[in-house]
């Protein structure tokens, strides 16, 4: 199996570029890094590049979902939002309509390449009036 990659030489904007696959460990691995990122108390774009993942497996799934939920205060004041890529046109379709049901703290982005979302980030983050650090809670 294989890591995420954490690529932050563009920060505020984070790219997490996702494997095929990931055990158990390296998942739990990802998380923990990425509550690293979101506990800095500075306003961030997340980019998660899933171009070559396969469908998480239902144990990754919901620890993912549980993890967001437990995060979602630090989100909600920190993160401006959170862009996917994927290739798939379908998939796009896919998460667009759940992000439509799923109502997160922030802006959900469903993109095509990694270009576009470094230019949605660049956007969103020029409109967002919080973009420097803000005082912690």
């Known amino acids: ?7 932050d030489s563009r920060w505020p904007t984070l790219l997490v570029t996702f494997p ?6 390296e998942a739990v691995d990802c998380l923990a890094t990425l509550h690293e990122y ?3 108390k500075q306003r961030w774009v997340a980019i998660i590049d899933w171009t070559e993942l396969k469908l998480l497996p ?3 799934r919901k620890m993912t979902a549980e993890w ?3 995060g979602r205060e630090y989100s909600a004041r920190w993160l401006v939002a ?3 890529v994927c290739k798939s046109a379908i998939t796009r379709g896919f998460m667009t309509a ?3 049901l799923y109502r997160a703290p922030y802006k959900l982005k469903v993109v095509a390449s990694c270009a576009e979302a470094f230019h949605l980030a660049e956007v969103l983050l020029a409109q967002d009036e919080r973009s420097s650090t803000l005082p912690g809670p």
């Open 38 to 40: 979101r506990t800095r």
């Open 82 to 84: 959170g862009i996917f």
């Open 20 to 25: 095929p696959r990931m055990n158990h460990e």
């Open 98 to 100: 759940v992000y439509w």
């Open 68 to 70: 967001m939920k437990a």
């Open 1 to 7: 199996m294989a890591e995420a990659r954490f690529d």
């Open 58 to 60: 239902p144990v990754q």
